[in-house]
């Protein structure tokens, strides 16, 4: 492969290209609603009515707005449809001719979409995913090829740390210092991993890009490998997306059989080979130590750090792990320039952020917004609010390792720094809006139940103190504890923050933290007065 | 509650098929050749072993930790440390719950307690004719369509209980299944 062959596909793919395109989401959420039947609906429909000269029917990755999918959309009028069923296949290509159609119309220019800046989704709902030459003639792999050609090492390096890109996965690492660190630490063999062990309930942002766009997550890949000095990459993905798996997998072997993945990519001396590697449903091996002991075929216990992954990783050499969003980053970072990518978000976040909006809110899906929007415009003017309009009580976000932050800070900016001090996370992008209706101590219990069951067991403040955590918080919510267990439960919260071994441990007290910081009355009002609880004394 | 699977079923001792009838002994071992019997490959062939086998049997693990060279302890641990990983054989129909959080907001709760209520099973076990598994999971990923339900690897969104009660007397009048049944993948 070649520039010359690469843009012979890219040429070619765009002039097979029909006038009028019928788009059909194929994403998980579209995909359980109906979505293939529809897509073959719509196919035999469009030949049968003899339009299949001038009008094609493309499965494409995620819209976004999966709270109302299955979704279609019509090129180039713009046309959204939501809610399609395959019945109503032929009123959708009734439509292509103006005629009356009775499919409910969503609106593209809805705030939903108008306020996203689509740069690591910018090809999701746009390509077929399953097809590398869509890919390839919305611009893919020319980022490669020319950072092979004409960019060195340190000078990628040098762009990713420019653009201020932080780790996607939650914690929010510099990138560019991450890659620095692997880059310089020596050894003959290297490994780069890319996290897909999305496992906060209530976030699917990592599953809609590898769903949507698998190659841009295999290019940026490459280039971090070309960066660091790597030849061998692992992509861990959770067991629990299969429809992921098979398109990654065979987004692999789509790049071998192009060379573009492989030995002697573009024809230069970079060879980098990428093997997917699916986990068992385990929370604990979103964390970095874990995930290798897990691609290992080990269990998925940390260990301490340091040594630090970037210095002894995977097999006990030098590796570089970033999420599957950081990664998704690399290509449009490389291709416009470090400055323009630092030019988007507040002064220390920098670029946009994917969220899963979910819970109690009007418009459920995906969302991607720059860094520094606020948590108001996300949830009121993108979200539309709460379905029956009651108002909204506080929003989480992170995850079991995140916080809930209340309506009356909602004009907190997204960004790593404010959501901390918030008593939250910015997390890897779950955002679970919850209404009057939820009990915010419940919600505590339902998070300290995840991460009790979650706990490795490794170490004793994580493996116990999760659970008599969760034991007192029970209590709680049953009307039968004291005071005193309100006591014992914050200072348990202090030991388990403070000496749990890995992230899992030292972040689970959070949601308990942050509902009693916003929440306490919920707290005590479901406290048992004291006197009552103690046995009567008598005479 | 566990996490996806049952994991504290006693494991009954079950004859593998007879191997003159059964290739799955086969790719198996095509499955370990493939990964040159190498250690780290202990996950990877965990998991075909169970679409196999539908369950991790204490002869299959013995099995792969003779073939991959690896202490017993050590593929127990392995098997046991996953949620994904039954050691108990799974109902020939799955309904699986999702938990996740968002699932969770729109009462997925009560909707388990619906189904435990109409099934007479207690979340992650096994009807005692072997046809239906009630299994909850942690999070699906389907949050756009929450609350999400899984019925023999088919994902329902936007699951109510009527629905859902129906759709399981549905599939459970079908003439039961044999014990070929892979599991919900």
Redesign the interface.
């Known amino acids: 492969m070649d520039l010359a062959e690469l843009n012979a596909i890219a040429a070619h793919e765009r002039a097979s290209r029909k006038p009028i395109r019928i788009a059909c989401c194929t994403s998980?959420?579209c995909?359980?609603?109906g979505a293939v039947e529809l897509q073959q609906q719509l196919t035999a429909g469009v030949a049968a009515t003899g339009r299949a000269e001038n009008v094609e029917v493309v499965g494409v990755g995620c819209m976004g707005f999966?709270?109302h999918?299955p979704l279609v959309r019509i090129e180039p009028e713009d046309l959204l449809f939501e809610h399609v069923r395959p019945e109503q296949a032929p009123a959708i290509i009734a439509a292509l001719d103006g005629g009356p159609c009775d499919v409910e119309r969503g609106d593209p220019r809805h705030p939903f979409f108008a306020r996203q800046l689509p740069i690591v989704r910018r090809n999701g709902g746009v390509i077929d995913p399953e097809r590398i030459e869509a890919y390839i003639a919305a611009g893919g792999y020319a980022t490669l090829y020319r950072v092979l050609h004409d960019v060195s090492p340190a000078e990628v390096i040098d762009q990713i740390t420019r653009s201020g890109l932080r780790g996607r996965g939650g914690a929010g690492y510099p990138t560019g210092l991450k890659w620095a660190t692997v880059a310089k630490s020596p050894g003959e063999r290297k490994f780069v991993v890319c996290n897909g062990d999305?496992?906060?309930?209530?976030?699917?942002m990592d599953?809609s890009i590898l769903e949507s766009d698998p190659h841009l997550v295999l290019e940026g890949m490459a280039i971090a490998a070309y960066a660091v000095g790597a030849h061998e990459g692992y992509l861990y993905v959770?067991?629990?997306?299969?429809l992921a798996i098979q398109r990654l997998t065979r987004a692999i072997s789509q790049a071998r059989r192009h060379g573009l993945s492989g030995s002697q990519i573009f024809e230069t001396a970079f060879d980098f080979k990428v093997e997917v590697?699916?986990?068992?449903?385990?929370?604990v091996c979103g964390e970095e130590t874990a995930l290798i002991a897990?691609?290992?075929?080990?269990?998925?216990q940390p260990r301490p750090r340091p040594p630090y992954p970037a210095e002894r990783g995977l097999w006990g050499c030098p590796t570089l792990i970033n999420n599957v969003e950081t990664f998704a980053n690399i290509v449009p970072i490389i291709e416009r320039g470090a400055d323009w990518y630092a030019s988007i978000g507040t002064a220390r976040s920098k670029g946009t952020k994917v969220f899963?909006l979910?819970?109690?809110i009007r418009n459920?899906?995906?969302i991607e917004v720059p860094m520094g929007i606020t948590l108001r415009e996300i949830i009121e003017d993108l979200g539309g609010g709460t379905p029956d309009g009651t108002p909204v009580k506080a929003v989480?976000t992170g995850?079991p390792s995140g916080g809930c932050i209340p309506a009356s800070l909602f004009d907190t900016p997204v960004d790593y720094e404010s959501l901390a001090a918030a008593g939250s996370i910015m997390g890897s992008g779950?955002m679970?809006?919850?209404d009057a209706g939820?009990n915010m101590v419940e919600i505590a219990r339902?998070?300290m139940?995840?991460c009790m069951?979650?706990s490795?067991g490794k170490c004793v403040p994580c493996r116990v103190g999760t659970v008599q955590m969760h034991h007192l918080l029970d209590k709680l919510v049953n009307g039968q504890a004291t005071s005193e267990d309100l006591v014992q439960l914050e200072a348990l919260c202090q030991i388990v923050r403070e000496m749990s071994l890995c992230g899992l441990g030292q972040s689970a007290p959070n949601p308990v933290l942050s509902t009693l910081r916003y929440f306490r009355d919920e707290y005590a009002a479901l406290l048992n007065a004291p006197s009552a609880a103690a046995p009567q004394p008598t005479d | 509650m566990a996490g996806a699977l049952p994991r504290a079923a006693p494991a009954q001792e079950q004859d593998l098929a007879a191997p003159t009838v059964d290739n799955r002994q086969k790719i198996l071992q095509a499955t370990m050749r493939r990964h040159q019997y190498r250690p780290d490959a202990l996950i990877e062939v965990l998991h075909k072993a169970q679409e196999l086998y539908g369950y991790l049997s204490p002869t299959l693990l013995a099995t792969v930790a003779h073939d991959l060279h690896l202490p017993p302890s050590r593929v127990y641990g392995v098997a046991t440390f996953y949620h994904f990983f039954s050691l108990a054989p799974q109902g020939a129909h799955t309904c699986t719950v999702c938990l996740g959080t968002a699932c969770y907001v729109k009462g997925a709760a009560a909707l388990l307690a619906a189904l435990e209520a109409e099934t007479g099973l207690k979340a992650g076990s096994t009807s005692a004719d072997g046809q239906l598994s009630l299994l909850t999971a942690r999070c699906l990923g389907a949050c756009g369509i929450a609350p999400a339900v899984v019925l023999d690897g088919l994902v329902i969104g936007h699951a109510d209980a009527a629905t859902l009660r129906a759709r399981l007397h549905a599939l459970l009048a079908q003439p039961p299944l044999a014990e070929e049944h892979h599991g919900s993948r």
């Open positions: 998980l959420g995909y359980a609603s999966c709270g999918g999305e496992g906060d309930p209530g976030a699917f599953r959770r067991g629990e997306y299969p590697r699916v986990g068992a449903g385990a929370f897990s691609i290992e075929g080990r269990r998925g899963a979910t819970g109690k459920t899906g995906l989480q995850g779950g679970v809006v919850m939820t339902f998070y139940a995840f069951d979650e490795c």
